[in-house]
C-alpha cells in the first residue's frame, strides 16, 4: 500500500515535467520562423510595398527601364499599360508592372549625345 501511494504521488511531476519538455521542444521551431520571418518574409514585404508606389506613382513623361532592360519615356498610361517612346517614332506597350526602375528626368537625352 505504501509503494502504490508513492506512485500516485509522482505522477503529476511526470505528466508537468512531459509538458515542460514539449515546450522546450518547440522553442526552436518557433525561433527559427521569427528568424524566418525578420530575415526574408518582412524585406520582401517592404521591396513589394516600394515597388507598388513606384508604379502608382508613374506619369506621363517619365523614364523608365523595364525589367527586361528597355528603356525609354512613358507617352501614355492605362490601368495595366504603358506605352513606351523607346526611339523616336517608335512605340511599344508594356505592362506597368514590368517597371524595373524610374531614371532621373533628362538621362535618356544624355545618353543620345
Known amino acids: ?3 502504490s501511494n508513492a506512485y500516485a504521488q509522482t505522477a503529476p511531476a511526470a505528466e508537468a515535467a512531459g509538458g515542460a519538455s514539449m515546450l522546450t ?3 526552436p521551431l518557433v525561433l527559427m520562423f521569427v528568424v524566418l520571418y525578420f530575415i526574408m518574409i518582412r524585406p520582401q514585404m517592404k521591396r513589394q510595398k516600394e515597388h507598388r508606389a513606384m508604379i502608382d ?3 506621363k513623361g517619365d523614364e523608365i527601364v523595364t525589367a527586361g532592360g528597355i528603356v525609354g519615356k512613358v507617352n501614355k498610361i492605362s490601368d495595366q499599360w504603358l506605352h513606351l517612346e523607346i526611339a523616336p517614332g517608335v512605340e511599344i506597350q508594356v505592362q506597368r508592372s514590368s517597371v524595373g526602375q524610374v531614371l532621373p528626368k533628362g538621362t535618356l537625352d544624355k545618353n543620345a549625345a
Open 1 to 3: 500500500m505504501l509503494i
Open 57 to 59: 506613382a508613374l506619369a
Open 25 to 27: 521542444g518547440m522553442l
